[in-house]
T-cell receptor, first 109, second 118 residues
Framework: RKEVEQDPGPFNVPEGATVAFNCTYS??????FFWYRQDCRKEPKLLMS???SGNEDGRFTAQLNRASQYISLLIRDSKLSDSATYLC??????????FGAGTTVTVRA | GAVVSQHPSWVICKSGTSVKIECRSL??????MFWYRQFPKQSLMLMAT?????????EQGVEKDKFLINHASLTLSTLTVTSAHPEDSSFYIC??????????????FGDGTRLSIL
């Protein structure tokens, strides 16, 4: 079983729509969770950390469910610029990270 | 702040060539640097962890004699792909952190090196 699994998508949504997707992780001892954004042929960029109580950053909301070992990301009022691959990232131990293969989101005009 | 520069951004070489990739932290001291490889439509796979002044720690399945890592200073780590072959063609990305647990010190990524071996 992969350490981090994501639905690859793609999720094709119109501008202004809400899109949400999950990822699951296998290591129950994981303590740090992140969503990164990766544009085509570019490096990953940190979108947001995910906290136990859930957190919001503008149009982005992240949730963590430790019991079921999944993390979700919701994007409200989608913009064309939100088109990217979203990587779910979980720590393997104190400082190493495991990356999911990414969920591709395409926002169309 | 927290800028990581990677060079070169794109390399095309003949099979058998050795290729050196540099990863620099420009505005902070990176105690730990990580080297990842990403094949198309796949996740980033950690290759090795590099701590300044000590030998790199390689992940299972990664040949340390094939992928030489040097972390000679707190701002520079290098990855040398020795005698590269077409199957080594990939996107290589470094990241740097000031150390500590992942939830305290995020990793800052370089902009990646696309390696193509003909």
């Amino acid at each position: 079983r992969k350490e981090v699994e994501q639905d690859p998508g793609p999720f094709n949504v119109p501008e202004g729509a809400t899109v949400a997707f999950n990822c699951t992780y296998s290591n129950s001892a994981s303590q740090s969770f992140f969503w990164y954004r990766q544009d085509c042929r570019k490096e990953p960029k940190l979108l947001m950390s995910v906290y136990s109580s859930g957190n919001e950053d503008g149009r982005f909301t992240a949730q963590l469910n430790r019991a079921s070992q999944y993390i979700s990301l919701l994007i409200r009022d989608s913009k064309l610029s939100d088109s990217a691959t979203y990587l779910c990232v979980v720590n393997r131990d104190d400082y190493k990270l495991s990356f999911g293969a990414g969920t591709t989101v395409t926002v169309r005009a | 702040g927290a800028v990581v520069s990677q060079h070169p951004s794109w390399v095309i070489c003949k099979s058998g060539t050795s290729v050196k990739i540099e990863c620099r932290s420009l505005d902070f001291q990176a105690t730990t640097m990580f080297w990842y490889r990403q094949f198309p439509k796949q996740s980033l796979m950690l290759m090795a962890t590099s701590n300044e002044g000590s030998k790199a720690t390689y992940e299972q399945g990664v040949e340390k004699d094939k992928f030489l890592i040097n972390h000679a200073s707190l701002t520079l780590s290098t990855l040398t792909v020795t005698s590269a072959h077409p199957e080594d063609s990939s996107f290589y990305i470094c990241s740097a952190t000031t150390g500590g647990a992942a939830f305290d010190q995020p990793q800052h990524f370089g902009d990646g090196t696309r390696l193509s071996i003909l």
